[in-house]
């Protein structure tokens, strides 16, 4: 659903999701979802089947690890296998291997069951943007309820709730332009401070074709680039990466 990139081993790695945790009659509940590895270059490296429904996957510097959060990280829905944030293996080179390791279960305060959280190593806390608002919650593993919320000002950036991505919001590491929303129907990507105050847009190319499917997943902010979808380009569909900030 996701982009991640890790900077040591120059790879990117792009995360499916939509497939739900199903048991046969030889295996335990697993999702079919899979996680795909690239070079630097868009060079196919590799892809993984973990066993989780990806909706966030991220590089975590304070753990060294790529992470991925599930669907239904919060138990909106009820609770389900397999659901939670998880590490995945990863080999020396920077291979995907199909095994994983645990880094926290399900949690209240992400809220909608398909929110595609961003995070933030520096306070390592997560932003969760909800469905069909303006809200972004903001999460520190170590509560059960989220510890802030960040109201997005759509009015002042001139769109409305169901004009952007539903599910997604980045965070830039950029100081007081924190927060990166795609809008799907103007093509552009908003900007806004941690304080949810809007600071600007930066224009994507008009001859970018997006879908109804932009507004709820195909988005990634990784490498100080913001990743969008294309699913009619290529075999499997294709990621551009575009530098939205100055």
């Known amino acids: ?54 909706r966030s996957i991220y590089y975590n510097p304070n753990s060294n690890k790529l992470e991925t959060v599930t669907y239904n990280v919060s138990s909106d829905v009820g609770f389900s296998p397999n659901t939670g944030i998880y590490s995945i293996d990863l080999t020396d080179t920077g291979e995907l291997k199909d095994t994983s390791g645990d880094v926290f279960g399900f949690n209240p305060a992400f809220g909608d069951a398909a929110t595609m959280p961003s995070y933030n190593p520096e306070t390592k806390q997560y932003y969760a943007k909800q469905e069909r608002s303006n809200k972004v919650w903001v999460v520190d593993l170590k509560s059960r309820d989220k510890v802030g919320e960040i109201s997005l000002d759509l009015t002042k950036a001139g769109v409305a709730f169901d004009d952007i991505s539903d599910h997604f919001v980045a965070y830039s590491g950029v100081k007081g332009e924190e927060l990166v929303v795609l809008d799907v129907d103007h093509k552009a990507a908003l900007i806004f401070d941690l304080n949810g105050k809007y600071v600007g847009k930066s224009e994507l190319p008009k001859s970018l074709k997006l879908h109804a499917q932009n507004h709820y997943n195909g988005t990634g902010y990784a490498n100080n680039m913001l990743f969008v979808y294309r699913e009619n380009e290529g075999e499997f569909g294709t990621y551009y990466g575009f530098n939205v900030l100055n």
């Open 1 to 54: 659903m996701t982009v991640a990139y890790i900077p040591k081993l120059k790879h990117y790695y792009i995360a499916d999701g939509g497939l739900a945790p199903m048991p046969s009659e030889f295996e335990s509940a697993a999702s079919k979802s899979q996680i795909h590895a690239y070079d630097d270059t868009g060079k196919y490296i590799n892809s993984s089947k973990p066993g989780y429904d990806n």
